[in-house]
């Protein structure tokens, strides 16, 4: 298992992943292809909060306020512009902005774990209670009516950079969807392994040993916060083009509460987990969705409960724990706290890329 | 000169009524310094329990002042041996296990009860001040919320087991060694807090709407309100729900409720940026 195997095993997976993206529309149906696509556009969702909670240790509890800023900052500006380009752009812009002003507060009045979770709960409320209340005519943004609790329907959907008349059918969008997550994922697993990604990760470890080697934690996880608020705002995006409409409970406890059950189930400290969990939850909630003995409260709540008690770890790490027990290992490897994807995991990758 | 009155008024019930919500999560986090997200849930039980006995023929007082409280002082007994106590010193997982457990619970409840809304009519009646009316019970909540001050003190200060139980909130190692089972302590303050917990929704009961969601609102404004107060259990949760609690009602009679809430919001995240210890953490430094 020298680097070198490593490189070519992980070139690999992205290479398959590449390929099955590409092919999928052509294997499956329609209808199984916009799950996908939703599944992804909630993967990317899913990886925005893997990365501040697993690599910089901010657990937010209220992560669906960047993807709900996100949402509906592509949704006015596509109504206005007509045109998705700008509009990609603002939905991650806004969010970013939002976050860099929270993360101020947060992080540079030092305070901890607990009331930032408490915070970003309530900063998802206080935008969902306002959101709902704008019903009426009185609250438009330029030529965007913003619906209250109805949401804004018929949001135009991605078209081709800068050819507003040339709208992405749902192959296309499928291939930005996935292509997306597969790129946010290299992205940050690229970030992870250089040393900005390192100080990250030593943030978690140690604040006062990191700010002693030199390193700012304040202005450290205020750029974590601001990079992940970054890319829930593009999932955001990537959701509204999928459904084509964004309401008011995009903003919503329950999906809050769902992204970290994924990352629970799928694993912390993992990227690929997340996106595993991601896709297994929301089959699950599709399923419940679509029989009446069980509710889907009931079923989330006890399955965040079971895990937390039985395996606090996640899938992927147990997953991989057990790999590495049954492949007698060569070599006395150090197991790394962050995510440096051994070959088994590389292989489950294409998994969850598909 | 009404007018002023029945704002007053309403800003006397935001506060007591924050009050009451507080004090339950308020003991739970500050002496055990556990993270219940299933306190919004615990207030939903209080008032199902509440509605439900009341409309099966107990008394409503009975209803709110015993049954709710007991009731959920049971729950949140169970909770504590099934799964709460696996998780002291783990702080991010008890906020996610709790998490679960108010979805869980939510789930349960929606399944027996269905999604519609409950309610009992309030008791007491009405009286007017000039044109406007207002009602008694809002003054009784204010009592309750003064009761339950009064009692919360005199427990803490000048009971064995009020003594027992600062002791271990301030060194359990200490405490352990002095014949005292941290488990037990920690045990009971759980139950406790569940129990008043318990009685603050059922006493909200009949001025809310009671749907098995309706946790989710409370949530949020009694982290807020005991993030803010600190950590003395008293005077913190007091202040913090005074200062709140006038801001939202002031900030929803001159705007629309949302904006208040946008406001005390706004008013928390100040307050924490410039108090990062809660303002008895500044303020009331050894109160309890």
């Known amino acids: 298992m020298t680097i070198r195997f490593r490189l070519v095993a992980q070139a690999a997976a992205v290479l398959i992943a590449i390929v099955a993206i590409v092919l999928i529309p052509s294997v499956i149906e329609l209808f199984a292809m916009m799950q996908l696509t939703l599944f992804a556009a909630m993967a990317v969702l899913a990886l925005s909060l893997a990365f501040i909670w697993g690599f910089g240790g901010i657990l937010s509890f209220g992560q669906t306020a960047f993807f709900g800023l996100g949402g509906y900052a592509y949704a006015i500006s596509a109504i206005n512009f007509q045109d998705s380009t700008p509009s990609i752009l603002l939905a991650i812009i806004v ?38 209340s704008t019903s009426g005519d009185e609250y438009r943004i330029g030529k965007a009516l913003l619906g209250g609790f109805n949401g804004i329907p018929a949001v135009p959907t991605f078209n081709v950079p800068f050819h507003p008349d040339q709208v992405l059918s749902p192959e296309q969008s499928w291939w930005v969807t996935g292509g997306a997550l597969l790129g946010i994922f290299l992205l940050l697993r690229l970030l992870l392994s250089l040393p900005a990604g390192r100080v990250i990760v030593a943030v978690r470890e140690n604040e006062v040993r990191a700010s002693l080697l030199g390193y700012d934690p304040r202005k450290v996880k205020l750029l974590t916060f601001i990079l992940s608020g970054a890319i829930a705002g593009f999932a955001g995006a990537l959701y509204v083009n999928w459904g084509a409409f964004v309401g008011p409970t995009i903003f919503s406890l329950s999906l809050s509460a769902e992204i970290i059950i994924w990352i629970t189930v799928g694993g912390l400290g993992t990227l690929l987990g997340p996106i595993i969990g991601c896709v297994l939850i929301e089959y699950i909630v599709a399923y419940i969705g679509s029989q009446q003995a069980l509710n889907s409260n009931l079923v989330l709540g006890a399955v965040l409960v079971v895990f937390v008690l039985l395996l606090p770890k996640g899938l992927v790490p147990t997953a991989r724990d057990l790999l590495m027990r049954l492949v007698p290992a060569s070599k006395p490897k150090a197991q790394h706290a962050d995510d440096h ?8 990758r294409m998994a969850g890329a598909e | 000169m009404a007018i002023y009155l029945i704002v007053a008024l309403d800003v006397l019930n935001g506060i007591s009524s924050l009050f009451l919500l507080c004090l339950g999560l308020a003991i739970i986090f500050g002496m055990m310094k556990i993270i219940n997200l299933a306190h919004g849930e615990f207030i939903m039980l209080g008032a199902y329990a509440t509605v439900i006995s009341a409309n099966a023929g107990v008394n409503i007082w009975i209803a709110m002042l015993v049954v709710a409280p007991l009731f959920v002082g049971l729950v949140g007994l169970v909770i504590e041996r099934c799964l709460i106590r696996f998780l002291y010193g783990r702080l991010v997982d008890s906020m996610l296990a709790t998490w679960g457990l108010s979805l869980l619970i939510i789930g349960i409840v929606t399944t027996i009860y269905g999604n519609t809304q409950q309610g009992v009519p309030t008791p007491l009646g009405g009286f007017s001040i000039g044109s406007y009316q207002s009602s008694y019970y809002t003054l009784f909540l204010a009592g309750m919320a003064v009761v339950m001050m009064a009692v919360v003190y005199s427990v803490m200060s000048y009971t064995r087991f ?8 301030q060194n359990p190692a200490m405490a352990a060694t002095l014949g005292v089972n941290p488990a037990r302590v920690y045990m009971s303050t759980f139950a406790v807090g569940a129990a008043i917990t318990g009685l603050a929704g059922g006493l909200l009961a009949p001025v809310s709407g009671i749907t098995p969601g309706m946790g989710g609102a409370y949530v949020a404004k009694a982290f807020m309100t005991v993030v803010g107060g600190g950590a003395a259990i008293l005077s913190g949760t007091m202040s913090a729900a005074s200062l709140f609690g006038a801001v939202n009602q002031v900030g929803a009679f001159f705007t629309t409720p949302v904006y208040g809430e946008v406001l005390v919001f706004t008013a928390a995240i100040v307050l924490i940026r410039l108090l990062p210890r809660g303002i008895s953490g500044r ?4 109160n309890l």
């Open chain 1, 95 to 132: 969010p970013a902005l939002f976050a860099a002003i929270l993360g101020y507060f947060i992080f540079f009045g030092r305070i901890s774990d607990v009331y930032l979770g408490v915070i970003t709960l309530t900063v998802t409320l206080i935008l969902f209670n306002c959101v709902n």
């Open chain 2, 283 to 286: 303020f009331f430094k050894g």
């Open chain 1, 341 to 348: 994807a051994p070959p088994p995991v590389a292989a489950s």
């Open chain 2, 162 to 169: 009020g003594l027992i139980a600062r002791a271990t909130m």
